[in-house]
């Protein structure tokens, strides 16, 4: 899965030259958290609403005139986060994701050949996965991959000796430290198939069909 599938291509930026009460007015006029900095056509850094509030008084209370003033002169280029942490289009999904996680942001610009192309922010990500496990009229089979399945057939393998397509699988590590999968497909099999899971050695925890679901649903 590549970045530049789920990216937000029109994004709204903002110039190193605006003053923050200006940016933070049009942060709440458009309800939006962060914004790439530009220089012209060139991205030289990343502003989010906590830069702003950090940076503007909060009340006429909280500092003298002086400082006040000064303050509130303040341009997002004495704000903004510097050198941000890029993408580029043809990056991986779970590679960006990984990098919001470790250097814990919520976005992250998109740049190709030094244009800005876009942007990905978390939101994004959880779309993009909430997606790929949702099954639509499939059925979606979680199950954990235990010692005793290591030496066995690969899940995908089973399902596809039984007529199955294959539409997505993942897997990750439970709190507990135990792989755990989640595998959505299409097939009629669904009885065979945690029988077959369950004989290799996984442990089928749960089996969704919104298939069932559709049936039932009446006619227009």
């Given at each position: 899965?590549?970045?530049?599938?789920?990216?937000?291509?029109?994004?709204?930026?903002v110039?190193?030259?605006m003053?923050?009460?200006?940016?933070?007015?049009?942060?709440?006029?458009?309800?939006?958290?962060?914004?790439?900095v530009?220089?012209?056509?060139?991205?030289?850094?990343?502003?989010?609403?906590?830069?702003?509030?950090?940076?503007?008084?909060?009340?006429?209370?909280?500092?003298?005139?002086?400082?006040?003033?000064?303050?509130?002169k303040?341009?997002?280029?004495?704000?903004?986060?510097?050198?941000?942490?890029?993408?580029g289009?043809?990056?991986?999904?779970?590679?960006?994701?990984?990098?919001?996680?470790?250097?814990?942001?919520?976005?992250?610009?998109?740049v190709?050949?030094?244009?800005?192309?876009g942007?990905?922010t978390?939101?994004d990500?959880?779309?993009?996965?909430?997606g790929?496990?949702?099954?639509?009229?499939?059925?979606?089979?979680?199950?954990?991959l235990?010692?005793?399945?290591?030496?066995?057939p690969?899940?995908?393998?089973?399902?596809?000796?039984?007529?199955?397509r294959?539409?997505?699988?993942?897997?990750?590590?439970?709190?507990g430290?135990?792989?755990?999968?989640?595998?959505?497909?299409?097939?009629?099999?669904?009885?065979?198939?945690?029988?077959a899971?369950?004989?290799?050695?996984?442990?089928?925890?749960?089996?969704?069909?919104?298939?069932e679901?559709?049936?039932?649903?009446?006619?227009?």
């Amino acid at each position: 899965m590549l970045v530049r599938h789920f990216m937000t291509r029109q994004v709204q930026t903002v110039k190193e030259t605006m003053l923050c009460r200006e940016a933070l007015v049009l942060f709440q006029a458009q309800n939006f958290r962060r914004a790439p900095v530009m220089r012209g056509e060139t991205l030289i850094g990343m502003v989010a609403l906590a830069d702003l509030l950090r940076i503007l008084p909060n009340s006429v209370d909280d500092m003298d005139r002086r400082t006040r003033i000064t303050k509130e002169k303040s341009l997002v280029a004495q704000a903004m986060t510097t050198k941000p942490v890029t993408l580029g289009p043809d990056d991986h999904l779970e590679d960006a994701a990984r990098l919001m996680l470790v250097h814990k942001i919520g976005a992250l610009p998109v740049v190709h050949d030094g244009k800005l192309e876009g942007l990905l922010t978390e939101s994004d990500i959880f779309r993009a996965f909430v997606g790929m496990t949702t099954p639509h009229g499939e059925l979606r089979v979680t199950f954990t991959l235990t010692n005793s399945a290591q030496d066995g057939p690969d899940p995908i393998l089973v399902a596809l000796r039984l007529g199955f397509r294959v539409r997505s699988y993942l897997v990750h590590s439970s709190p507990g430290g135990e792989d755990m999968a989640v595998m959505r497909l299409r097939g009629r099999k669904k009885q065979e198939l945690v029988t077959a899971l369950g004989q290799v050695g996984y442990s089928v925890i749960e089996v969704q069909d919104t298939r069932e679901t559709q049936d039932r649903r009446p006619a227009a």
